[in-house]
DNA sequence: ATGTCGATTCCCT
DNA sequence: GGGAATCGACATA
């Protein structure tokens, strides 16, 4: 992959750090404030990296949530405290989710999309592999979805319930404090059945990663 | 045992 | 932009 890959990647980077759990007390200041943090994924001594560039928020009460119908066995992870994943199935797909909010109170914050940064190859060997029998995905299509940056990061169930914000805890999958600050623009969220108004979906304007 | 329903993806028109 | 694919979970019979 060798075009100019987006606007925001040329501007400036920072120190990436550890995220103070602190700021994903609100749900939707954090769908907002992880856009242009990093997603890092390490496995046997390979490194996958990219940017958030769109999330959508699922707030407490929220009937399009996953937590509205109450805990149970598959969504106990949404009731675990904010930096935790809550990683799920559908259809043939992953989705990864960060919890936000105290224990016990079931909102999170989808990650719809990245620009991917580091590990491309290993990227695109993942998504080949998941991909079998289908076309070879190409360019965008690498990430810009949920189930897609899943399927590029080897993100499954066996993160379900991991620690996010810390980078040893986290059995190789972790988040880092933002490496641009983008310009956020917002839209209803995709996809779902009910509340369909909402304006929960935020992403990076123009950036090309952004899911179609 | 059978039917329905997704916080999706892919291919085709 | 529409429809098929596809799989597990859940409700109903």
Redesign the pocket.
Known sequence: MKRAMSGISALTLRTPGAIDSRSLDDVVCAARGLLGCVLVREARGHRRAGIIVET?A?PHGDP????YRGR???NGS?FSGAGCA?V??????F?L?VVTGPEGRGE?V?V?AIEPTEGLDAMMRA?ARA?VG??R?EGY?LTN???????AFGIGLEFDGSDLLDSRASKGLFLLTRATTPRIAVSA??????ARDAVLRFFIEDNPWV?R
Not at 64 to 67: D, L, N, R
Not at 145 to 151: A, N, R, T, V
Not at 189 to 194: D, E, V
């Open positions: 959508e699922y399009a949530g996953h937590a149970d066995a598959r949404l809550y799920y199935r559908i259809h043939r797909s989705c989710n999170a989808l719809r998504r991909t289908q076309r995905p299509s979805g949920p189930g897609k940056l899943c399927q969220r995709i996809g779902i059945s009910k899911s």
